[in-house]
Nanobody, 126 residues
């Protein structure tokens, strides 16, 4: 099973920034669709952003204009740059991937993905 490794979580104040990273050696040479999800305590998991191996991205409305998803230079890491963070952005952030395809009827459905990282915690204080 391919492992995805998240990093970059932490604690910031409202308005601050964080960069999360999702690492996998497969990103650089496999077709994929990946996504970032988060789950706040007591709430359902939310889809945040997605990126395909051919460079297409999409965002949930609540992060548009604040978060940017990108693949780094060597291709092994997918970053989520988060700015203007709010307390409601707090939660456990996971990256997920599906290999061999880029098409998704609904990229925000967690069941579409078959590889998941263990998560990294983001806490935004007011």
């Amino acid at each position: 099973q391919v492992q995805l490794m998240e990093s970059g979580g932490g604690s910031v104040q409202t308005g601050g920034s964080l960069r999360l990273s999702c690492a996998s050696s497969r990103f650089s040479h496999r077709t994929f669709r990946m996504a970032w999800f988060r789950r706040a305590e007591g709430k359902e998991r939310e889809a945040i952003a997605t990126l395909t191996s051919d460079g297409r991205s999409a965002y949930s409305d609540f992060v548009k204009g604040r978060f940017v998803i990108s693949q780094d230079g060597d291709g092994n890491v997918i970053d989520l740059e988060m700015k203007s963070l709010k307390p409601e952005d707090s939660g456990m952030y996971h990256c997920a991937a599906r290999w061999g395809v880029t098409y998704a009827e609904d990229w925000s459905q967690s069941g579409y993905y078959n590889d998941w990282g263990q998560g990294t915690q983001v806490t935004v204080s007011s």
